[in-house]
C-alpha cells in the first residue's frame, strides 16, 4: 500500500535527480516534509506547500495513501540524507522513522513561489 506514494515523484524529476552529484550541506525542507506527511495521514493535500500538479497528484492518491501513511504512526524521526541541485531547484533527501517502526526514505524540493513540485517515497529505510 506504501507504493502508491511513489507515483507523486514524477519520473522526470527521478531522471533529472541521477545527473547531478549529491552536496554536502544539511536539510532545508524537514519542517515542510513533516507537515506534508502528517497532513497526508489524515486525509488532507497540503495546498499551502504544494505546487498544482504535486497537489493534482496527491488529491489522486489520498484516499489509498492516508490510510497506509496513518497505519505506520506519528513521525519519530527524520534524518537528512542528501540534497542534489536540479536545473527545477533543490531535491532534499530524508529517512523518515514512524512510531510503527516503518522507515521510508522520502524526496521534496524543486520549489517555486514556496509550493513543492516534488514530494514523495523512493523506498524503504
Known amino acids: ?3 502508491l506514494i511513489q507515483t507523486m515523484l514524477a519520473g522526470v524529476a527521478a ?5 547531478f552529484p549529491a552536496m554536502a550541506q544539511d536539510g532545508q525542507y524537514s519542517e515542510q ?16 506547500l504544494m505546487g498544482p500538479s504535486l497537489l493534482d497528484a496527491c488529491n489522486g492518491q489520498i484516499e489509498g495513501m492516508a490510510p497506509a ?11 537528512f540524507v542528501s540534497a542534489q541541485d536540479t536545473p527545477e531547484g533543490r531535491v532534499e533527501t530524508w529517512s523518515v522513522k514512524f ?11 524543486q520549489m ?14
Open 1 to 3: 500500500t506504501v507504493m
Open 15 to 19: 531522471a533529472a535527480l541521477m545527473g
Open 33 to 48: 516534509l513533516n507537515r506534508i506527511v502528517t497532513e497526508a495521514a489524515s486525509g488532507t493535500c497540503l495546498e499551502a
Open 69 to 79: 501513511l496513518r497505519a505506520m504512526g506519528a513521525i519519530e524521526s527524520m534524518t
Open 99 to 109: 512510531a510503527g517502526g516503518q522507515t521510508l526514505i522520502w524526496v521534496i524540493g
Open 112 to 125: 517555486q513561489d514556496g509550493k513543492f513540485a516534488t514530494v514523495g517515497v523512493t523506498g524503504q529505510g
